[in-house]
């Protein structure tokens, strides 16, 4: 049998905070000397975690090429307006590295990361999201559908492929992606992923938009409210 974490197994389950909460911000989670993992709290979640309620958790992943700052504007004001942590890891190396030769340094940080998050906030089990835009969409659609134990929800932008070997759960997923793509054309990439993950009986919801190869602020609306709701 292949070791779990080659297949891209993360490890995660979330359980009562024994940290206090960060405050509204950006933070870097000190789980890298470079690159860090980057967690957004938004404003105003401090009363939510006073109550002890728990708080929904987005893991936003770059493209190729990519750094957090670069993939934030996608999603921070959605994360702010309807107060989800947003957590934003970064690759080892230009991408990650499932697609340079398999799951390796970025899934050992994406864990990592994870659980300094639930170290210091309640997490919402019920809305944990694996986004991204192009090589991070195809992440987020590779390991949130090895890690359905826990990913609710699969968000992917402009993604090229789909790297699963063991499937867990059943993560509700949005595909979203360009007619005009040239450099992920459309008719090999999210149309056959639509196809292949019905057939396996997920749930699927997919928009495809008149544009090239970038995420669209419209659509990635839509997306935020698919994984906020009920």
Same mark, same amino acid.
């Given at each position: 049998?292949?070791?779990?974490?080659?297949?891209?197994?993360?490890?995660?389950?979330?359980?009562?905070?024994?940290?206090?909460?960060?405050?509204?911000?950006?933070?870097?989670?000190?789980?890298?000397?470079?690159?860090?993992?980057?967690?957004? =709290?938004?404003?105003? /979640?401090?009363?939510?975690? #006073?109550?002890? +309620?728990?708080? %929904?958790?987005?893991?936003? *992943?770059? &493209?190729?090429?990519?750094?957090?700052?670069?993939?934030?504007?996608?999603?921070?004001?959605?994360?702010?307006?309807?107060?989800?942590?947003?957590?934003?890891?970064?690759?080892?190396?230009?991408?990650?590295?499932?697609?340079?030769?398999?799951?390796?340094?970025?899934?050992?940080? =994406?864990?990592?990361? /994870?659980?300094?998050?639930? #170290?210091?906030? +309640?997490?919402? %089990?019920?809305?944990?999201? *694996?986004? &991204?835009?192009?090589?991070?969409?195809?992440?987020?659609?590779?390991?949130?559908?090895?890690?359905?134990?826990?990913?609710?929800?699969?968000?992917?932008?402009?993604?090229?492929?789909?790297?699963?070997?063991?499937?867990?759960?059943?993560?509700?997923?949005?595909?979203?992606?360009? =007619?005009?793509?040239?450099?992920?054309?459309?008719?090999?990439?999210?149309?056959?992923?639509?196809?292949?993950?019905?057939?396996? &009986?997920?749930?699927?919801?997919?928009?495809?938009?008149?544009?090239?190869?970038?995420?669209?602020?419209?659509?990635?609306?839509?997306?935020?409210?698919?994984?906020?709701?009920?």
């Amino acid at each position: 049998m292949l070791d779990s974490n080659l297949v891209g197994h993360i490890a995660f389950d979330p359980t009562p905070p024994d940290l206090p909460p960060l405050p509204p911000g950006r933070h870097d989670l000190g789980i890298a000397t470079e690159r860090d993992a980057v967690l957004v =709290v938004p404003e105003g /979640l401090r009363e939510t975690t #006073a109550t002890g +309620a728990p708080v %929904p958790l987005m893991v936003l *992943f770059h &493209g190729g090429g990519g750094s957090a700052d670069k993939i934030l504007p996608m999603m921070e004001a959605h994360a702010q307006r309807r107060r989800f942590l947003l957590l934003v890891p970064q690759s080892a190396f230009p991408t990650w590295d499932i697609v340079i030769a398999g799951n390796g340094p970025d899934r050992e940080r =994406v864990e990592m990361a /994870l659980a300094a998050v639930a #170290a210091r906030f +309640a997490v919402d %089990p019920g809305h944990i999201a *694996f986004a &991204g835009h192009s090589d991070g969409g195809s992440y987020a659609l590779s390991l949130g559908l090895t890690n359905g134990h826990f990913v609710t929800h699969v968000i992917a932008s402009s993604a090229g492929f789909m790297s699963v070997h063991r499937q867990q759960g059943a993560p509700r997923i949005f595909i979203s992606h360009g =007619v005009h793509d040239e450099q992920i054309p459309i008719e090999r990439s999210a149309r056959v992923h639509t196809a292949l993950l019905k057939d396996a &009986g997920y749930d699927v919801t997919t928009m495809e938009y008149n544009g090239p190869h970038a995420w669209q602020p419209p659509v990635v609306g839509l997306a935020v409210d698919f994984f906020l709701s009920p």
